[in-house]
C-alpha cells in the first residue's frame, strides 16, 4: 500500500515569498491534517480536514497561512508571506476516518527554511 | 488546554540496556494515547496505541506501554535496546471529546550506542 506522499521534501525561501506545499493521502483515508514540527519540539496540528471540509483549524494562523482540499483527495498548505518562525518540517497524515482513537498515518514531511 | 511532557529530551544507552520513557499529559477526560517513532532519515510511524482494555500495550520491535490513569502516565519501555533502536520518540495524546486530534509531546531522542 502506498504511503502518504508529500512534495517538496526541502524549500529555501526568503521571508515575505510565499510558498505551497502539496500531500497525497493514503487512497481511501477521508481525513487528512497538516502538522507543523519546529525543530526540538513535537508536531503541532495546523488543520485537519474530513473530505473536503475542515474539521479543525483552531491552532491555524490565518492572516498568512491557507490550506485547501479541493475534490476531498489530495492538499495544499500556503504559506503568504512566510516569516523566518515559519522555518519549520511541514507534515501531512491521513486517516480512514476521525473517531477517537483513529491511527493517523504520516508523510515524509518537506522541510522549509526561511532566510 | 491540553498537554504533553516527556520528561527525558535525551537518553543515550549501551546495547542491552533496558529502556523507559516518560509520558505525561494534563486532560483528566477519557484518553487514547500513541508512541510514534521517527527512524533516522523516515517518518513518524505508529509504535503501539492504547485504545481501551488492557493498560499494558505491546507493539511492535518488543516495545510495551503502561496506561497509569491515576498518574496521568503512559510510559513507554523495552528490556533490551538495540542499536537499531535508535530514533525520535514521540508520545501523543487523544481527547475523546476532540475526535482524531493528537497532541504531541516534545520527543525523546533515543541513541543506542554498539
Known amino acids: 500500500e502506498a504511503g502518504v506522499a508529500q512534495s517538496p521534501r526541502y524549500k529555501i525561501i526568503e521571508k515575505r515569498q510565499s510558498v505551497a506545499f502539496w500531500c497525497n493521502p493514503i487512497?481511501?483515508?477521508?481525513?487528512l491534517y497538516w502538522y507543523q514540527q519546529i525543530l526540538g519540539q513535537g508536531p503541532k496540528l495546523l488543520i485537519q480536514?474530513?473530505?473536503?471540509?475542515?474539521?479543525?483549524d483552531s491552532q491555524l494562523p490565518k492572516d498568512r497561512f491557507s490550506a485547501e482540499r479541493l475534490k476531498g483527495v489530495d492538499s495544499t498548505l500556503k504559506i503568504q508571506p512566510a516569516k523566518l518562525e515559519d522555518s519549520a518540517v511541514y507534515l501531512c497524515?491521513?486517516?480512514?476516518?476521525?473517531?477517537?482513537?483513529?491511527?493517523?498515518?504520516f508523510g515524509p514531511g518537506t522541510r522549509l527554511l526561511v532566510l | 488546554a491540553q498537554s504533553v511532557s516527556q520528561h527525558n529530551h535525551h537518553v543515550i544507552l549501551s546495547e542491552a540496556a533496558s529502556l523507559e520513557l516518560g509520558c505525561n499529559y494534563s486532560?483528566?477526560?477519557?484518553?487514547?494515547l500513541f508512541w510514534y517513532v521517527q527512524y533516522p532519515g523516515q517518518h513518524l510511524q505508529l509504535l503501539l496505541k492504547?485504545?481501551?482494555?488492557?493498560?499494558l500495550v505491546k507493539g511492535i520491535k518488543g516495545f510495551e506501554a503502561e496506561f497509569i490513569k491515576s498518574k496521568f502516565s503512559f510510559n513507554l519501555r523495552k528490556p533490551s535496546v538495540q542499536w537499531s533502536d535508535t530514533a525520535e520518540y514521540f508520545c501523543?495524546?487523544?481527547?475523546?471529546?476532540?475526535?482524531?486530534?493528537?497532541?504531541f509531546g516534545e520527543g525523546t531522542q533515543l541513541t543506542v550506542n554498539p
Open positions: 486532560y483528566g477526560g477519557t484518553v487514547n
Open positions: 497524515a491521513s486517516s480512514f476516518g476521525s473517531p477517537p482513537g483513529e491511527t493517523q498515518y
Open positions: 501523543a495524546v487523544n481527547e475523546e471529546t476532540s475526535g482524531s486530534r493528537l497532541t
Open positions: 480536514f474530513q473530505n473536503n471540509g475542515v474539521v479543525d
Open positions: 487512497s481511501g483515508h477521508a481525513t
Open positions: 492504547y485504545f481501551s482494555g488492557d493498560p
